[in-house]
């Protein structure tokens, strides 16, 4: 099997799958992992919130504060949408921005953003049955972190056994047709709570969010294997997002909403549109060139384009990647880049061609001194793209990111296509084609 084989076989069948994944404008269901294209706030719609930290004026705040909060913010809106589509990032040294593509709610996301998610397992003694019922959904006073000093003396006190911080796994289960929060404990954990329960048999255990009761269980037998739940007639919402602020724990550094905006979707839609038809135009008329002024291999090479075209839309898909309007240039930037590959190829392969060379000899040595060239480019390009990354990381600029991580993509891609695609491509179709009876179908 000849080498040219060997290629084919395995660019057919990476083409064919890209074509799969990268056509269906419906998410594609793959068991629990959905496969769809993620757009970004500017092309789908949502929600934008500005947070600050509401400290005095003046107070240091250090830069791990601020980027643990700007982590459990990220964690929290992803865990809230369900996927990864959140832009998180700290802007100066006070404040946050999160976008939110796809959301409609926006009081219920600043609400999942902003909770603090402190939990507490505290100890309720022997009271009645009654009273637990009675106290679930009122505030409660504990000792941790510090009883407040205004407390009245005959205000009761409670006593913390055991905070969220020992949580290592949260969940929302089904138990019975309700919607419960499992939780798994860390080795610490799970060993204060079988000290805890194994002593505590027959006494009630509140479990308390932020001060306020959600469900006082009893303790009916030693709990050893530091695994619990939390029930309280949740919905499926409320569950969800409980488990969310269990999830992700507490700020370290209280933040407050500076402002907050919604996109409307037909802005957005109007976006996509436009992108859209842009990018088929520009794809269109690079085809219609390649074609027109190289001829049959500018053909050829068309068909390898679809095939990058596939591949990247494939991967962006797959990894995911966000699609934002700076995103969508990068890629239609990239599409641009790949054809300068094929462009170097042809132009050295013309150059062979007129000198007198065999076609197959001439495909081969057009393609070995156009390498240095396409090589040089598109390592410049990645490092650019690298650079602007890191900008964009650094400086909360997302809409720069957006633009490197697809143009790198691209890039990457089209080295792909144009080492093995593209050459591939041409010697399967032309080297039974005698170069001196169809000179006309080169362009020479």
Not at 392 to 414: D, E, H, I, R
Request: with cysteine.
């Amino acid at each position: 099997m000849s080498k040219k084989t060997r290629n084919l076989l395995f660019i057919i069948p990476i083409a064919i799958l890209a074509i799969i994944i990268a056509i269906p404008t419906q998410p594609i269901n793959l068991g629990q992992k959905s496969i769809f294209t993620h757009l970004g706030l500017d092309l789908v719609g949502g929600v934008q919130v500005l947070l600050e930290a509401d400290v005095p004026a003046g107070t240091n705040i250090t830069a791990d504060a601020m980027n643990t909060s700007r982590t459990i913010i990220s964690n929290r809106a992803n865990g809230m949408l369900g996927v990864g589509e959140a832009v998180v990032q700290q802007v100066g040294d006070r404040r946050i921005s999160v976008e939110l593509p796809g959301e409609t709610d926006p009081a219920a996301a600043i609400a999942v953003l902003g909770e603090t998610g402190q939990l507490e397992f505290v100890d309720m003694g022997n009271i009645s049955q009654d009273t637990a019922r009675t106290l679930v959904g009122q505030t409660l006073v504990t000792d941790y972190p510090v009883v407040p000093p205004d407390t009245a003396a005959d205000t009761p006190v409670y006593h913390t056994v055991m905070t969220g911080t020992a949580l290592k796994q949260v969940n929302v289960l089904q138990d019975r047709g309700e919607n419960v929060i499992a939780f798994t404990l860390d080795a610490d954990g799970a060993k204060q709570f079988r000290e805890y329960t194994s002593a505590n048999v027959g006494n009630y255990l509140a479990i308390v969010l932020d001060k306020q009761v959600i469900s006082i269980p009893v303790v009916k037998v030693p709990i050893t294997n530091g695994e619990g739940s939390i029930s309280g007639n949740f919905t499926p919402e409320e569950a969800g997002d409980l488990a969310v602020q269990l999830r992700y724990g507490a700020l370290p550094v209280p933040l407050i909403v500076v402002n907050s905006r919604t996109v409307g979707p037909s802005l957005g839609q109007d976006s996509l549109t436009q992108s859209l038809i842009a990018g088929l135009v520009g794809f269109g008329l690079v085809v219609l060139f390649m074609a027109g002024y190289y001829r049959l291999p500018g053909i050829i090479a068309d068909l390898a384009l679809i095939v990058y075209v596939a591949i990247t839309i494939a991967l962006f898909k797959l990894i995911p990647v966000t699609m934002t309007l700076p995103g969508i240039a990068g890629f239609v930037l990239s599409i641009g880049v790949a054809v300068d590959a094929n462009v170097l190829i042809f132009e050295r392969m013309k150059e062979e061609l007129r000198a007198g060379r065999s076609l197959i000899h001439a495909i081969d040595l057009g393609w070995d001194r156009a390498w240095p060239s396409i090589r040089d480019s598109n390592i410049s390009t990645l490092i650019t793209c690298s650079i602007l990354f890191w900008f964009g990381n650094a400086f909360g600029a997302s809409v720069v990111k957006g633009f490197a991580v697809t143009l790198a993509l691209g890039v990457g891609v089209s080295l792909f296509t144009a080492i093995v695609v593209t050459r591939s491509f041409l010697h399967l179709f032309l080297d039974k084609i005698g170069l001196s009876d169809h000179r006309r179908w080169f362009a020479v």
